[in-house]
């Protein structure tokens, strides 16, 4: 049996959906069972990341561990406790998602969110690995309804180049991980084939749509009203802020051979994974 954390979210509700294709036995944590779709033959189990009791009785029965504890600056005990919780149930393998940029000294903030947890990996006594991607190309589905409409999408973060990495990538170096001992003890720093601005991707998504894509430019107090008015603290929304300077500086013009090392294959490329989602961005 192996437990997936954040089993509706970007990665790890892929992370279901491979491991189910494989024939492995899932068991999907999600606040809400009854709404969660799963691929037949997944389990689900009630419970969040912050719910420590429902966590350890997800747990029960498990011997690996995709573990999804961070979603803002708030989760470093959480995160912890997830590895604790796995050590404490007898989970023999856990595979923790954490963040390019985790550890470096010119990323204060959002840079330490993920120390805790990859801290409590390492000492736990498991067979680990840690996982690192880069920024997702998902990301770009914030712009879907203003390219539907035909006005320019805010782009609330910095222009800098990153190394844009495919969720299925990441994904499938999961699943890799949880089925594999060989990745044990390893750190991978997941990114796609080539590093790229917000810019650039606009510029594909336009020669795919066959019209221009335009972005607004947000000076940096319009960005960080726009990370208020999302909803985000001032604590998180200054942590993006500080991130979004990094790339601008060319801190985040990453690109590793990771994911081709662990798939045997290339990365997929922006223009892949704008290609596969294009219904997105033309509403057909």
Known sequence: ??????????????????????????????????????????????????????????????????????????????????VEAARSAGVRRIVKLSSIGTGDARLPGFGTWHLPGEEAARASGLEWTVLRPSSFASNTLAWAEAVREGTPAANPMSDGRQGVVDPRDVSEVAVNALLDPRHAGHTYTLT????????????????ILGRPVELLRLTPEQRREQLLGAGLGAAYADSLMASARFIEEGGNAVVTEDVPQVLGRPARSYRQWALDHEAAFTGE
């Open 192 to 207: 796609g084939p080539e590093a790229i601005s917000a810019g650039d991707q606009a510029v594909v998504l336009g020669e």
């Open 1 to 82: 049996m192996i437990l997936v954390t954040g089993a509706t979210g970007t990665i790890g509700s892929e992370v279901v959906r491979q491991l189910a294709a494989r024939g492995e036995k899932v068991r999907a944590l999600t606040r809400d069972p009854a709404a969660a779709r799963v691929p037949s033959g997944v389990e689900t189990a009630p419970g969040h990341h912050r719910d420590r009791a429902s966590v350890e009785a997800a747990m029960a029965g498990a011997e690996a561990a995709f573990l999804v504890g961070v979603f803002g600056p708030d989760d470093a005990e959480h995160d912890r406790g997830l």
